[in-house]
């Protein structure tokens, strides 16, 4: 069992940046990844971006490269993800999940309650 609690979100303008974090605990974490993941009102969930928790490895979605970054800290099992130049469509509810390192959504099987992120324009 894996449990993940993300917190950071809020409301923010076009153009600035929020921080969100992804606390886990549970199993052994060390061979999975933390992925996070997006949901916009009547669209479907989307990938965002995701980690090793070893190693160095992370992956991005093409609409959020350049702007967000992920990064752990492997001591206090918590993963974030820091969001700059946040556009309007970028408001969603932002979710982590634990699982395999991959782009989809199927190969994380423990999820958050995730975290609304809103950017007004």
């Known amino acids: 069992q894996v449990q993940l609690v993300e917190s950071g979100g809020g409301l923010v303008q076009a153009g600035g940046s929020l921080r969100l974090f992804c606390a886990a605990s549970?199993?052994?974490?060390?061979?999975?990844?933390l992925g996070w993941f997006r949901q916009a009102p009547g669209k479907e969930r989307e990938f965002v971006g995701s980690?090793?928790?070893?190693?160095?490895?992370?992956v991005y979605a093409d609409s959020v490269k350049g702007r967000f970054t992920i990064s752990r800290d492997n001591a206090k099992n918590t993963v974030y993800l820091q969001m700059d130049s946040l556009k309007p469509e970028d408001t969603a509810i932002y979710y982590c999940?634990?699982?395999?390192?991959?782009?989809?959504?199927?190969?994380?099987?423990?999820w958050g309650r995730g975290t609304q992120v809103t950017v007004s324009s």
């Open positions: 549970g199993r052994t974490l060390g061979s999975y990844a």
């Open positions: 980690i090793r928790w070893t190693g160095i490895s992370t």
């Open positions: 999940a634990s699982g395999r390192f991959s782009t989809s959504r199927r190969d994380y099987d423990y």
